[in-house]
């Protein structure tokens, strides 16, 4: 019995770059990188799941992205060509409560997050 995996154009957990938290506490804004814009301005990789897992102590986030300019099938040993170019893309993540002291961690490794504060403003 010969069995093939395929990774392709699955989808996957981004690492999260910087989290800041709205105002009131209720709202974080994340913001992961994505690749450089097609010639006709559309993006490859988009955002397609986003996940918030709340507690009393903590709150882990998540975004999933998938390519949707693959192929759709490739070998685990097949290796894409990358340019490493990459622009920052923000996410909002309601919370069901103010974050106030909790920690933020990232699903895809589990570390913690530092959280900016929003600016005052002009």
């Known amino acids: 019995m010969l069995a093939l995996t395929a990774c392709g154009s699955q989808a996957g957990w981004e690492p999260i770059h910087s989290v800041t938290s709205s105002f009131n506490g ?3 804004t994340a913001e992961i990188m994505l690749g450089k814009s097609r ?3 559309s993006r490859c990789r988009r955002v ?3 996940e918030v897992i709340e507690s009393p102590s903590q709150v882990i986030i998540g975004i999933q992205t998938r390519n949707f300019c693959d192929s ?3 070998f ?5 060509n990358s340019t490493l170019v990459g622009y920052p893309f923000d996410v909002e993540l309601p919370l069901k409560k103010p974050l106030a002291e909790r920690i933020v961690l990232d699903k895809e490794n589990r570390l ?3 959280v900016k504060q929003p600016d005052n403003g002009p």
């Open 48 to 50: 397609v799941d986003a």
């Open 39 to 41: 010639s006709d301005d």
């Open 72 to 74: 759709g099938f490739s």
């Open 76 to 80: 685990p040993w097949e290796q894409r």
């Open 26 to 28: 209720l709202t974080l």
């Open 112 to 114: 913690p997050i530092k």
